[in-house]
């Protein structure tokens, strides 16, 4: 068993004692840290943090034929179960990217993909089941999670689409022709 003298005895007392007061002094400085990068404006947050490269187009469509969208959809009735969204991207080469797809603040997938040129093109699509009616999201993201471009669409059900569309005109037999 060891023996402490008065001097070593009165040491330790004194370090245990300023611990807490250590302690306490660090976890306020932490404190203080926090505060501070709490209260810095998300403009000046997301000033340090830019998203290098830049979307040209993102669009929803019905179909991607030799990687260019056939149309631009941004009301899509529920009778029609598989939508795309593509982008062209610029200056983006050699980072991961994603498109994250969201329907009633809900996640519905997340498609990653890297980008391997100056100029990409790319698409993901979503299968869609006739109830989940509604606004759709879909985000280009980084790696960091850092928007580069948001686009929606309506998913409608097939017969409120077609009642806001004009009625068909009446068709008549035309005159008979050789051609």
Do not use: C
């Not at 501070?36 to 947050?45: D, I, L, R």
């Not at 519905?108 to 009616?133: C, D, I, N, T």
């Amino acid at each position: 068993m060891r023996m402490w003298n008065t001097v070593q005895a009165a040491a330790l007392v004194a370090a245990l004692a300023a611990a807490p007061a250590a302690a306490e002094q660090h976890e306020a400085q932490a404190l203080d840290a926090t505060a501070a990068a709490e209260t810095e404006s998300p403009a000046v947050a997301a000033a340090e943090v830019p998203i290098r490269g830049t979307v040209a187009r993102a669009q929803f469509t019905s179909a991607v034929v030799d990687r260019e969208p056939t149309d631009t959809v941004r009301q899509v009735s529920n009778d029609q179960r598989l939508v795309f969204f593509f982008t062209e991207l610029h200056d983006f080469q050699d980072q991961d990217l994603v498109h994250r797809w969201e329907h009633a603040g809900e996640v519905k997938a997340e498609v990653p993909f890297g980008v391997a040129g100056p100029r990409w093109r790319v698409y993901s699509s979503k299968s869609l089941e006739a109830s989940w009616l509604g606004k759709w999201t879909v985000s280009v993201m980084d790696a960091e999670g850092n928007v580069a471009a948001s686009e929606s669409f309506e998913y409608v059900e097939a017969h409120a689409l077609n009642a806001s569309e004009d009625p068909p005109a009446p068709s008549h037999p035309g005159p008979a022709s050789p051609f």
